[in-house]
């Protein structure tokens, strides 16, 4: 084991001094051979409080401050077994294998990897906020990007950080209504969404571009999408330069008509003439305004 490897590379005179000091070679052993379980930082405080009751006696004969010293030293070397390990444990192929599958899984509906998947965070839960290049997703990310509600459920759970974003400043609310607004009318679902509300996350939050969710449901022309989120408290004048209504008004047909009226009604934005404003493509785009790459995240062009 990596673990027993470690103990017996210690110089010499550091275990000489551990034994004269009260700790025996089956103590060592035992350490050794707890490897899963010095993971666990309750475990380790009750070694370490199991140690210190089993040589009272003996460090009592001590100085009152060698002692204290000494008691220190036993903590600072147990805690140096712990967190040594998970750093080799970080740094090697096998770890980063584990952290790849669970990041595919995250982004699959495959239910049998959803399983393994919180099955490898149970036991490495530092990997919940572990990204990965070129486009910086966590498996957080990923599973919003995706619409797994239930894997996003459980990350939450397991109290995953949802203020991360990805390179582009998309965080999780942002890239979960990306997800919904390419879905049908009949084939959306707001769950996911209302699980990242629950947890905290501000629907207007804006990526590096000034986008916001709302952004998204407009410029797909996602009506019940767009009524969920104005609902729900979404700002239909949120934005840098380019609100909603704008976006909405720039695609000339009737479902971003819809939402452009649902819009107006509650924007406190003047309405201007885009008749006169906007020139739209054969496909109803307006080219002048809205590049091809407007609201498409990097990572899917």
């Given at each position: 084991m990596d673990f027993l490897k470690q103990i017996s590379s210690f110089k010499s005179d550091v275990k000489e001094e551990l034994i004269e000091n009260g700790i025996t070679q089956q103590e060592l052993s035992f350490m050794a051979s707890s490897e899963q379980k010095l993971r666990d930082p309750e475990f380790l405080l009750e070694t370490i409080l199991g140690f210190v009751s089993r040589h009272y006696s003996h460090i009592l004969v001590l100085s009152s401050s060698f002692s204290i010293i000494f008691t220190l030293y036993i903590i600072f070397l147990s805690i140096r077994f712990l967190y040594k390990e998970k750093r080799l444990r970080r740094g090697t192929p096998e770890y980063h294998q584990l952290l790849k599958t669970v990041h595919s899984a995250a982004q699959n509906d495959n239910q049998e990897e959803h399983q393994i998947c919180k099955s490898i965070l149970q036991q490495y839960?530092?990997?919940?906020?572990?990204?990965?290049?070129?486009?910086?997703?966590?498996?957080?990310?990923?599973?919003?990007?995706?619409?797994?509600?239930?894997?996003?459920?459980?990350?939450?759970?397991?109290?995953?950080?949802?203020?991360?974003?990805?390179?582009?400043?998309?965080?999780?609310?942002?890239?979960?209504?990306?997800?919904?607004?390419?879905?049908?009318?009949?084939?959306?679902?707001?769950?996911?969404?209302?699980?990242?509300?629950?947890?905290?996350?501000?629907?207007?939050?804006?990526?590096?571009?000034?986008?916001?969710?709302?952004?998204?449901?407009?410029?797909?022309?996602?009506?019940?999408?767009?009524?969920?989120?104005?609902?729900?408290?979404?700002?239909?004048?949120?934005?840098?330069?380019?609100?909603?209504?704008?976006?909405?008004?720039?695609?000339?047909?009737?479902?971003?008509?819809?939402?452009?009226?649902?819009?107006?009604?509650?924007?406190?934005?003047?309405?201007?003439?885009?008749?006169?404003?906007?020139?739209?493509?054969?496909?109803?785009?307006?080219?002048?305004?809205?590049?091809?790459?407007?609201?498409?995240?990097?990572?899917l062009q």
């Open positions: 839960p530092e990997m919940i906020n572990s990204s990965m290049r070129p486009y910086d997703f966590t498996p957080f990310l990923r599973a919003c990007w995706a619409g797994n509600t239930d894997l996003v459920k459980f990350m939450i759970q397991q109290g995953v950080d949802i203020g991360m974003t990805n390179i582009n400043g998309d965080n999780a609310f942002f890239l979960a209504a990306y997800k919904q607004s390419k879905k049908k009318m009949d084939d959306w679902n707001p769950d996911i969404l209302s699980a990242l509300l629950n947890a905290g996350m501000d629907i207007n939050s804006q990526n590096e571009r000034g986008h916001t969710a709302l952004h998204v449901a407009a410029k797909e022309g996602h009506v019940l999408l767009t009524q969920w989120l104005l609902s729900h408290g979404a700002d239909p004048d949120a934005g840098n330069g380019t609100h909603p209504l704008d976006v909405a008004h720039a695609y000339n047909d009737e479902k971003h008509r819809e939402v452009a009226d649902m819009l107006a009604k509650y924007s406190n934005k003047p309405l201007q003439d885009f008749e006169e404003l906007v020139e739209f493509t054969a496909e109803g785009r307006n080219s002048k305004f809205l590049p091809s790459f407007f609201f498409q995240p990097d990572f």
